[in-house]
């Protein structure tokens, strides 16, 4: 089982959980955010299928992600557009972060339910159709305020 290591008071006694969860959050609140995410859940096509579109735009700038989305004639590529249409989406709504600053800095699929059907063969025989879903996941990151982060850090050491 994980442990969370706690800090101590002090007098030398540990912090309760609660008290470290609730200091931990507030850190994590204050940080600056500098990405944003969109998942869509139990979509109805094989991640083999998917993870070859969505390989083609991991690490692409997001005005760059959309082209090749948009001329893609794949079936994986009109669902993948929607859910970068929806991280960029997050991030400006939610966190302002720009637009024009942004690329695709994680994207992902991963294996969802499968619905197994049996199929009649001949001779009283079957077999099993498994109709596969997925999971996709966009992670947007705005380039300028990584590079602002990166630079405060390097001057606070």
Known sequence: ???VKL???EDGKRVKRSVFHRIRKEQEAA????EARAVAKYIRISPRKARSVINAIRGKDVNEAFTILMFSPKKAARIIYKVLQSAVANAVNNFNLNE???YVAEAYVNDGPRLKRLWPRG???ADIIKHRYSHITVVVRDREKEKELKESNKEER
């Open 31 to 34: 940080a600056p955010r500098i």
């Open 123 to 125: 001779r009283g025989r």
């Open 100 to 102: 024009d600053s942004l």
């Open 1 to 3: 089982m994980y442990k």
């Open 7 to 9: 800090p101590r008071r």
